[in-house]
């Protein structure tokens, strides 16, 4: 990393600033001191005034107030242990011109910055760097402002805030107004957008990424830049390109979609028993992607029960944007070996169908939305994507069922295709998963902290997706950005092994569209200030 602007050359003073500079940054100066650097140089860079003690925690400064800081947000409990890197301060700006002044300020200090909307980063990217030292943590958590438009069908909504508190804001002005982005509320609308954004109305509306507006970003030199300023080809990357490559969302400016007033959810469970020969799942694999637009059926898979009778349930966990009697009429014609009945079937608006696929129990009062809470306690996991094109068949189910009963908290999920999914070119936006997918297949497992040996798991899940090979997309063997797996490869300090491991999981996210995202790195932020164990590297680094 340079410092941005040059020193004038030849000059005693100039000399004396250059060593002092560097004197100053060097990685042995205390995080203290690093603060008061970065606090004197925002103080220069921005008019707005904020209070040092509502922005700034370290944990010289109140450990217990930092740690809370850092866990607010942050999902995976694997990157919290004690033996993980910790940022050396967290700045939360109040204003968006602290969130430029902070660019200009880590460039000229060097010092290596993160960027956390919602915290579910799944390799807990956007709070811990396990690449460079020391590093710094902006989180977006009180930039959280939404302000919906329902006249033009619009919405900005700030980086910081959560997917569930955009439904709520959309629903408090309009029943039949919706947004098709993520399942889980609790979701960062900063971080969550940049990689796709899907959710229960995908078949319809495609994913949150396909339906933004707008944006307003602050580039690797501090500018704040909307659509027009920051042109097409950067408004391209942004949406599917992941985070933390290529500035910071400060806002996306969505476009809210119709809702009915009235939609319908079921969940139907199986146990392997109940679903001989695996018919009902045989059928959903051929189903799933070609019902009509406005019916999403998932499947999640789980372990049940103990020694005697363990066993794997499929839970056909569906949102339907129609009434329960249209629903049991697509269900009668398309999938009747699920035996759906009525009763399964209940209605609701939309706004309590965000709840009920959420995993809220049922009558939860929807304003729960507006805490940014997740329904779930926090849990270590580690997870993997994959791609279906050709349905599984039932040999390789039951090598799926065997591995899954062998370990402690597997979760596995199929999330449907089709519908408005395969209608929108692989180049759109960068996300490429579109026409031929009939299902994305998402593997969990998770542990509890008293667990002593968390490679166990890990071990589990690479031979869970070793095994999968011959089932899924192949050349390249595709995977959902916004599920990071480390797994696939990751950058380094050293450009050329880290343009050498991007060869490989870039083509894995992103198809095709990575050498455009490359293409538009390099135009954006050429010194890769914008960096992460997987963010797309500029084309020097071929060099
Ligand atoms: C429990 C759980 C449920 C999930 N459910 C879904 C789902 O239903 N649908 C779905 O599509 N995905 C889902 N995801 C994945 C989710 O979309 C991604 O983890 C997403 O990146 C989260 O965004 P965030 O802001 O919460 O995360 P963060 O961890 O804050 O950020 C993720 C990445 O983006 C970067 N980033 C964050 N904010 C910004 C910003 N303002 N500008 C630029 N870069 C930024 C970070 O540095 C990091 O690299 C789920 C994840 C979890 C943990
Ligand atoms: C440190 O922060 C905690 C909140 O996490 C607060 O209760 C406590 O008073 C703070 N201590 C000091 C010395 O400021
Ligand atoms: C397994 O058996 C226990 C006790 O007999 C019972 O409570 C449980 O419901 C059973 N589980 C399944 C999945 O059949």
Redesign the pocket.
């Known amino acids: 990393m340079r410092i941005s602007k040059p020193f004038p050359a030849f000059s005693f003073l100039s000399i004396l600033a250059l060593y002092f500079s560097f004197y100053t940054i060097t990685p042995t100066s205390s995080a203290a001191s690093l603060q008061d650097q970065f606090i004197n140089c925002l103080k220069r860079n921005t008019n707005v005034y904020f209070p040092t003690e509502k922005t700034f925690f370290a944990p010289a400064k109140n450990i217990s107030m930092f740690s809370q800081v850092l866990e607010s ?1 942050a ?2 409990l694997r990157f919290l242990t004690k033996t993980m890197p910790k940022p050396g301060f967290i700045f939360s700006p109040i204003h968006e011109s602290h969130v430029q002044a902070s660019i200009i300020c880590s460039k000229k200090l060097r010092l290596h910055l ?9 390799e807990g ?3 811990v760097s396990e690449i460079e030292k020391p590093f710094i943590l902006m989180d ?1 958590s009180k930039l959280r402002q939404i302000d919906i438009n329902i006249k033009d069908n619009s919405a900005w909504v700030q ?1 910081g805030a959560t997917v569930g508190e955009l439904y709520y804001r959309i629903a408090e002005k309009s029943k039949v107004h919706g947004f098709p ?4 509320s ?7 957008i ?6 229960s109305m995908m078949r319809k509306y495609g994913l949150g990424a396909d339906n933004v507006l707008d944006a307003k970003i602050v580039d690797s030199n501090g500018k704040l830049l909307d659509r027009t300023a920051m042109g097409e080809d950067t408004f391209w990357a942004i949406r599917g390109g ?3 490559s290529f ?4 806002a996306w400016k969505i476009k809210l979609v119709p809702v009915p007033k009235t939609v319908t959810v079921f969940t139907v469970t199986k146990t392997l028993e109940q679903d001989v020969g695996n018919k009902i799942l045989a059928k959903w694999q051929n189903v799933a992607d070609k019902l009509v637009d406005e019916l999403f059926i998932r499947v999640l898979f789980n372990v049940a029960g103990n020694n005697g009778n363990k066993t794997v349930t499929t839970s056909y966990n569906a949102m339907f944007l129609g009434g329960k009697g249209t629903l049991m009429k697509v269900m009668k014609k398309s999938f009747p070996e699920l035996g759906l009945t009525l009763k399964d079937c209940v209605e609701m608006s939309w706004l309590e169908s965000i709840l009920y696929i959420s995993g809220f129990p049922s009558r939860t009062p929807t304003n729960v939305l507006l805490q940014g809470k ?1 329904t779930f306690p926090k849990i270590n996991f580690k997870a993997k994507s994959d791609f279906v094109k050709t349905p599984i068949p039932v040999s390789g189910l039951k090598g799926i069922f065997k591995k899954m009963m062998k370990e402690d908290i597997p979760l596995m999920i199929w999330n449907p295709y089709g519908g408005m999914m395969a209608k929108i070119p692989e180049s759109q936006i960068p996300f490429p998963h579109r026409k031929g997918v009939l299902f994305k297949v998402q593997y969990v497992t998770s542990w509890l902290d008293s667990d002593k040996r968390p490679s166990k798991h890990i071990k589990w899940i690479r031979d869970l997706y070793r095994y999968m090979t011959p089932y899924v997309s192949s050349n390249p063997r595709q995977a959902y950005v ?3 797996d480390l797994d696939l490869g990751q950058n380094s300090k050293n450009a050329k092994s880290s343009i050498k491991q991007g060869q490989v999981w870039g083509p894995k996210y992103f198809k095709d569209n990575f050498n455009r995202l490359v293409n538009v790195k390099s135009k954006v932020d050429p010194e890769n200030f914008f960096r ?1 164990e997987q963010s797309i590297p500029p084309m020097r680094h071929f060099l």
């Open positions: 947000t999902q995976n993160r960027v956390r909307s919602g915290g579910h980063d799944y990217l956007s709070y977006l980086a982005a993520g399942l889980c609790s979701l960062g609308i900063g971080g969550h940049t990689g796709g954004a899907y959710g992941a985070g933390g500035g910071i969302i400060l997740p916004n599920y990071r992460h």
